[in-house]
């Protein structure tokens, strides 16, 4: 098949955002057709949707210089719907070195052996795994990372987020036998793995309150500091014992007041975790999860701890749900489209989509409106504007965008929308674009997502 990306010197756009309720209600597909214009509404589905960088997730613990990551187990995440690990590095042998050549190589073999199988994953380093044991001091921390910030930035590809780590028992931020807690201590870890990590990887803080320390602020981010790139915008959070406790076990000081600043940074940056043990609480009810995971616009959760607690959702209903609804679920609603249109001419696209999930895209995508000739199958790339990350959680938003035909020749085109990663080495992977939650619009050859429609140029 011939493929041809064309980036128009001429391109107009304009994208407007319009937020209400959803319906929630499957509508069987339509076209309302007049002489110029096709009005197509799609139908949702209702399948389980293994999008990348989100949803229920694998954990794997790894001692010093230990086993690589298995590959043929990596390939058999996707009977599951899982597209992200969580791969935690026990770094208990190096708290007085450098890291050994079989550390690293073995870190470099995991992230070969991911994007083989179309995983990603979520990053941790710690340096015991027992809260009685010893941590590393700051000296040792910056020159592990250091050791590590080629790696990272040969295989950002591969990595959805990196928890901060490093600090006290099981990478926390607590136990500390080298006082890293203390604000300065806590400040350098953080500015240090910003700064080795590429400026597309977000980090995760263990609570709210430690970000809020760190960057001496209390108020959350808006969208013109939460698009960007700066430190604090590349910040979010695990909790590690989600829904244990009324506090979950020490994760919040002011519960409502830090929930509520977490809610409204999470439009921007990811927020995800595991449960554990609950005490003074019963075991978290579905209507109790779907209610947090909502408002606290969780993306991915870990499958593997706290058993009774997963058993819960399990056995009354809602586990599937929540594989559904775990990050982001975006549903292509309708479309507005013109039959015809002139050759080097424009094309106005006229979408309308929702995320019925938890949780926005945090990654930035690159995405294309893509143009399938009906008579030989050439392909033609014209990127859009859009910013799919801005698609919210529980809201639609309407995109409009006028697209130049430029150099795309007379013929009838199946249109496509094409949401892919943003590197290089992953655009042309399927498993690591994103699929619409529709029925019968999902191109798994070429990772497309179709539009239903055919456009004529004359």
């Known amino acids: 098949m011939k493929i041809k990306i064309l980036i128009p010197i001429i391109f107009f756009s304009v994208i407007t955002c319009l937020c209400c309720s959803s319906s929630g209600n499957d509508e069987e597909e339509e076209e309302v057709i007049d002489n110029s214009t096709t009005n197509i509404t799609y139908s949702e589905s209702s399948s389980v949707i293994s999008n990348p960088e989100r949803g229920f997730m694998h954990s794997w613990s790894v001692e010093s210089e230990g086993d690589a990551l298995n590959l043929v187990t990596l390939q058999s995440l996707k009977n599951e719907n899982v597209s992200i690990i969580l791969r935690l590095y026990n770094l208990s042998s190096f708290k007085n070195s450098d890291l050994s ?154 519960v409502d007041a830090e929930k509520s600043y977490i809610s409204e940074e999470a439009l921007y940056v990811p927020t995800g975790g595991e449960t554990c043990p609950p005490t003074d609480i019963p075991t978290a009810s579905c209507l109790t999860a779907e209610n947090e995971m909502s408002f606290l616009k969780w993306t991915y959760l870990n499958l593997d701890y706290y058993g009774p607690v997963l058993n819960v959702w399990r056995n009354n209903s809602c586990f599937l749900d929540f594989q559904r609804k775990l990050g982001y679920r975006i549903i292509l609603k309708s479309a507005s489209l013109s039959k015809e249109a002139s050759i080097s001419g424009n094309f106005e696209l006229n979408t309308s989509l929702e995320n019925v999930g938890f949780a926005p895209v945090y990654n930035y995508k690159n995405t294309f409106l893509v143009f399938k000739s009906e008579t030989d199958g050439t392909i033609y790339k014209k990127a859009l504007d859009f910013d799919i990350r801005k698609v919210k959680p529980e809201a639609s938003y309407q995109l409009t965008e006028l697209v130049s035909l430029s150099g795309i020749p007379a013929g009838n085109y199946e249109l496509f929308l094409k949401i892919e990663d943003q590197f290089q080495t992953l655009a042309d992977r399927p498993e690591y674009s994103i699929q619409l939650s529709n029925s019968n619009t999902w191109d798994a050859t070429n990772g497309m997502n179709k539009l239903l429609h055919t456009l004529i140029i004359n």
């Open 101 to 254: 050549e079989a550390q690293l190589t073995l870190i470099e073999t995991d992230f070969d052996r991911l994007r083989t199988a179309g995983i990603k994953c979520v990053l941790r380093f710690a340096y015991n795994e027992n809260q009685n044991e010893t941590d590393a001091p700051l000296n040792i921390i910056e020159r592990h990372l250091d050791q590590l910030k080629p790696i990272f930035t040969n295989n950002a590809d591969i990595i959805s987020f990196v928890q901060a780590g490093f600090i006290g028992s099981w990478g926390e931020w607590y136990y500390t036998t080298n006082n890293l807690t203390t604000l300065e201590n806590k400040q350098a870890v953080v500015n240090k793995l910003l700064e080795v990590l590429p400026k597309e990887i977000k980090i995760q803080l263990r609570t709210p309150l430690y970000k809020q320390q760190v960057f001496s602020s209390s108020t959350s981010m808006d969208a013109s500091v939460g698009y960007g790139t700066t430190n604090i915008a590349r910040v979010g959070f695990h909790n590690d014992c989600f829904l244990a406790s009324s506090n979950d076990y020490g994760t919040y000081q002011d």
